[in-house]
């Protein structure tokens, strides 16, 4: 697809957006709010398409997320808060200023993640490591984070490092799941836990 075409479709897709806030009943009554299960479900299904989908499915749950960037940007130009311009420039001058490498004279840092972290916490003013990682995520997901920043942020508190396949990883998990059902254990409250402790830890660290 060249630029130009896909440049009419991004704003055919704006002018879809505003047509559906000003005549479709359903979409005008929409907000932010009421919009996030279809978020989480949209993200989902994106995952699934590059998980076990071919190029169609992808290409379609792409355009199901994007809908759902373009629907959050339409709310709040509707209300005068911001726009989907806003939007695209925010992203746009945060990636040119986090890659001085890419788009300045800087040299290719050694070690890009620690940089990248380096650069958020300077712009954000961010005190800890955990500083911004989502509530929202799942348990596996938001220790992953956890131990991504404590590693990128060199927070003195020893984690384990022994290597470990993909597959070694799943098969643990889910024996570790079936184990805590046959055990009357709610393995995500359990891991809940156990991740609020770590993060106990890593704040004692930073202290």
Known sequence: MSGEAGSSQLLRLVEVMVRLRRDCPWDAQQTHRSLVTYLVEETG?????????????????????????????QIASGEGRFTLEDVARGISDKLVQRHPHVFGDDEVPADLHATWEARKKAEKGRTSA?????????????????????????????LPTEPVTS????T???????????????????????????EARVRAAEA
């Open 172 to 198: 643990a998990i889910v024996d570790l799941v079936l184990r805590a059902q046959a055990s009357g254990v709610d393995a995500d409250q359990a891991t809940r836990d156990a991740l609020r402790a770590l």
């Open 167 to 170: 597959d070694e990883v799943g």
């Open 45 to 73: 299904e994106v995952v699934d398409a590059i998980e076990t989908g071919d190029d169609a499915d992808l290409v379609e749950e792409l355009g199901d997320l994007l809908l759902q960037v373009y629907f959050h940007a």
């Open 130 to 158: 955990l500083d911004g990682i989502a509530d929202s995520l799942s348990v596996i997901a938001r220790t992953t984070k956890v131990a991504s920043r404590t590693r990128n942020h060199h927070v003195p508190i020893d």
